[in-house]
Structure formats: structure tokens, C-alpha cells
């Protein structure tokens, strides 16, 4: 038997491609100036702090680095680490960020939303306990499609676990027990963003009848409302003012079409296949979520890079092999490579990515500048520091556009160690991104209760980023 929820759900799929999202007005941000952008890249296996550091460090820096202590360094007088050289043109746009916890998260494999969320949560939807950071600063910036996510989703375990090329349960929630939905093939998610500009009569049409749809049933949901009991009546309304929500996202689509045409992605063929390799896959991910950001469809976008129980194929120098993350996590070599040289191979590939997104975005002009400007790019890891991650220190590689409110571009940064007076935690990181741009809340995310015992303030941004 088809549920109401049921239907809900296929018909803002069938509609939009993404899940039910809160009604909100597109516009740019007072004074005009063009929105700030998001991107939120994380992968799974964890994240090595030892890999993120400049191997150029003096003898008195490398002694602080060793006992984690406090460090704030001009990255312009170092060399970044081998696996990062793909993004060495951006150097003065780079932060590499250590010393974060995450012990509120939950850990281990798999974190689901907990690391953007500062929350512990599982598979369970009722796990989710509030709107996850992305989506908090989609609100500060509102755009028609609000937040779009992408996967490579994992055969095994974690989220989604047995699907590539549907669209599935993500790694981001739009708000209390409500999961968001990723698409985990760029050939769906360029004919699900784009289909109202599409040249293609045949997508068009079934844009139409998908609306015509999303329609009918709003008008049923409220008649529905009208009539239903007392406690029935307000899931019902709900119902009617999600689907009516998602009405007035595809009017406001609409409404750009001419803004967005000129940026609908092109897709190589490589990338519309149903069979594909992971590298392929990232790269048709990273050229849909180009073109959403530059387009206007979207200012926030989260990337899931991989995930533990994803098989990557198409790695440079492994493109004939099956790459078992988990199994390089427990050690195990692939091929004449160590566990370590393929981890190294999985993050350059993902720094290439990274490049990509960043000059493409400094090659797109926007008012005095250019898109790059007003937009942040965060890598980290999903579950901390290694593949049986405790939560001790979540790694971040950072890059800021110009316009950008954080005073960190251009450094290497150690925070105080776990447990020392000035340790923060994702928490505090998350509530500085939102406090720099408009949202006042005195604290995102949850307290980590081991962190009491050493008299820790939790509360709060980190004011030195504030600037």
C-alpha cells in the first residue's frame, strides 16, 4: 500500500530530485553583493593528522607539531604536502586546520550526519537531531534549490549502501528526523537540475507532468486538511505546505531559466554512463556542482567524495584494480602499493578535485571579481583521524575566497591539543562559520562530555578566526 508520505516523497523525487525542503525566498543578500558559497567535501577512511603537515617546518615548529601544541603559520613559507601539490596554485587562498575534536560525533566506520551535524547519529532517522551545518548556511543564503547533494555511495555499509546510481539517503539533514537526498549519478543529477532548460522535448514533458502532479496532489492535501480531525489535521497540512513548497522551488526555476541556461552542464559521455569509475564519477559529480553554483541554483553544496564500503576504481596507477577502502584502512596492500601509498593516491585524487572546482570558479566572473571570491571549500574527513576513528582531531583542508569573513587564508593552523586550555571542538568551528555570516546562535552542535573534566570552555566561535 502507497502512503501518503510515500507519495510525498516519490512525487518531490519525480519533481526536483531532492528531498522536501523548508520554503524559502531566493534572493542575493542586502546591498546587493553576491551570496557567499559552500562546498563541503568529505571522505570516508579517515584522515591522517600527520599527512596534513608542511614537511618544511623549522626544528622548534616540528617540536610544537610533535607534542600537537598551538601553531599559526604563514603557508606561504612552506611547502605543502606532496598529496596536496594539485592545489598549490591556491596557496594563498589555503588553511590547513588541525587540532578540532569531534568526540560528540559519533565515530568509528561510519558517522552518517554527526560530523556535519556535531551530533551523534546512526542509520535511524529519529537519530537526527537537528539541520546540519550546509543546510544552516543555506538559510543565511537562499537560493531556488537551497542545498544539492552528491554521493559516491558506498556497496557496503554506511549510507545508501547497494546504490550508485539512484538517489538516496545522504550524508546531510535539512532539519530534525529529516534526512536529505543525494544523487549518487551526474547523468541524474544533470537531468534532475536542469531538466527545465533542457533541450530535449521528451525531459521537458516529463518535467511538466511531474508538476502537473505536484499540483493535483497539493490541491488534495489541503482539501484533505480541511476536513481531517484535530490531530490528523496538522500532518496533513504539513503535507500540503512541503509539497507546495517544493511548487514554488520550481517556479522560481523557472522563473532563471534564462540565467540558466548558459550554464547547464555538458556532460563528456564518460559521465552519462551507467558503468563508470569512481575518478569518473567525482569528476561528473564536480562539473554538476559547477554548474548549480554558477548557475544560481544552489549556493551550498555537499560532495561525498567516498565512503568507506565504496570500491574505487579509475585511481592513477591502480586503474585496472577494485580499491577495498576498508581494507587499506586495516592495513592490507593493493597491487605492489602499501596501504599508505594508496591512501596518499586517494587524496591527491581528491586534491585534483578540489583544483578543478577553485579554477573553474576564478575563471567565472561575477561583479568585480569572480565566483571563487565569495565561496568556501572544506575537505575533512567523515569520521576523524583514521580508519577506527576515537574523534580526537578532524583535519580540514580550507579554501577561501576574498570576500570570505574567516581571517585564516594563507595559514597553517594548529589548535591546542585535546584536553589543553584553548582546544576547540567541530562545534566551535561550525558556530564561527555561522556566527561570520549572520547567524547569531550562541552555539551549533553538541558538548563533548569528556572534554568537562579539563575545565574547557565549549561554548561558542572561535573568536580568533573572527578577525
Not at 4 to 28: I, Q
Request: charged fraction near 25%; glycine fraction near 10%; charge should be positive.
Amino acid at each position: 500500500m502507497t502512503t501518503r508520505r510515500d507519495f510525498m516523497a516519490t512525487a518531490a523525487l519525480g519533481a526536483t530530485g531532492l528531498a522536501l525542503a523548508p520554503r524559502s525566498a531566493w534572493a542575493r543578500p542586502a546591498g546587493g553583493k553576491p551570496p557567499m558559497r559552500f562546498i563541503f567535501l568529505h571522505k570516508g577512511n579517515g584522515l591522517f593528522p600527520s599527512v596534513m603537515v608542511p614537511p618544511s617546518l623549522g626544528k622548534d615548529d616540528a617540536a610544537a607539531e610533535a607534542k600537537k601544541g598551538a601553531l599559526n603559520l604563514d603557508l606561504a613559507r612552506h611547502e605543502l604536502p606532496a598529496w596536496m601539490k594539485p592545489v598549490a596554485a591556491h596557496q594563498g587562498d589555503l588553511t590547513i586546520l588541525q587540532g578540532l575534536s569531534g568526540k560528540m560525533c559519533t565515530t568509528g566506520h561510519h558517522t552518517w550526519c554527526s560530523a556535519l551535524g556535531a551530533f551523534k547519529a546512526n542509520e535511524r532517522v529519529s537519530s537526527i537531531k537537528c539541520a546540519t551545518v550546509d543546510f544552516e548556511l543555506a538559510k543565511l543564503f537562499p537560493s531556488p534549490m537551497e542545498h544539492v547533494e552528491f554521493a559516491c555511495f558506498p556497496l557496503g555499509g554506511g549510507n545508501a549502501r547497494g546504490t550508485l546510481n539512484g538517489i538516496a539517503t545522504g550524508f546531510s539533514a535539512r532539519g530534525p528526523q529529516q534526512p536529505n537526498y543525494a544523487f549518487g549519478s551526474p547523468k541524474v543529477a544533470a537531468q534532475e537540475l536542469f531538466k527545465s532548460v533542457s533541450t530535449d522535448e521528451g525531459v521537458r514533458a516529463r518535467a511538466r507532468l511531474g508538476r502537473s502532479g505536484l499540483e493535483f496532489a497539493a490541491r488534495r492535501e489541503g482539501k484533505l486538511a480541511e476536513t481531517a480531525p484535530g490531530g490528523e489535521r496538522a500532518k496533513v497540512q504539513g503535507y500540503a505546505d512541503s509539497l507546495e513548497a517544493v511548487r514554488e522551488r520550481d517556479r522560481k526555476v523557472d522563473a532563471m531559466a534564462d540565467a540558466i541556461r548558459p550554464h547547464a552542464p555538458k556532460l563528456d559521455a564518460r559521465y552519462l554512463a551507467d558503468e563508470m569509475t569512481t575518478v569518473d564519477r567525482q569528476r561528473g559529480h564536480a562539473e554538476v556542482l559547477l554548474a548549480a553554483l554558477v548557475s544560481g541554483l544552489t549556493n551550498v553544496a555537499a560532495f561525498t567524495v567516498d565512503e568507506l564500503g565504496h570500491e574505487y576504481t579509475g585511481l592513477a596507477g591502480m586503474e585496472t584494480e577494485k580499491v577495498n577502502l576498508h581494507d587499506v584502512g586495516h592495513g592490507k596492500p593493493v597491487g605492489k602499493l602499501t596501504a599508505d601509498e594508496v591512501r596518499f593516491a586517494v587524496r591527491r585524487q581528491h586534491m585534483t578535485l578540489v583544483d578543478t572546482i577553485a579554477s573553474r570558479l576564478k575563471k567565472a566572473p561575477e561583479g568585480d571579481g569572480t565566483v571563487f571570491d565569495s565561496t568556501m571549500i572544506f575537505y575533512f574527513p567523515d569520521n576523524g583521524e583514521t580508519h577506527h576513528s576515537q574523534g580526537t582531531e578532524y583535519p580540514f583542508v580550507v579554501l577561501s575566497g576574498k570576500n570570505a569573513k574567516l581571517d585564516i587564508r594563507g595559514r597553517y593552523i594548529r589548535l591546542p591539543n585535546y584536553g589543553e586550555q584553548g582546544h576547540k571542538t567541530l562545534g566551535n568551528w561550525y558556530t564561527t562559520l555561522l556566527n561570520a555570516y549572520g547567524n547569531p546562535v550562541k552555539h551549533y552542535g553538541d558538548p563533548d562530555p569528556g572534554l568537562a573534566r579539563f575545565g574547557i570552555d565549549q561554548t561558542g566561535a572561535i573568536k580568533q578566526f573572527l578577525g
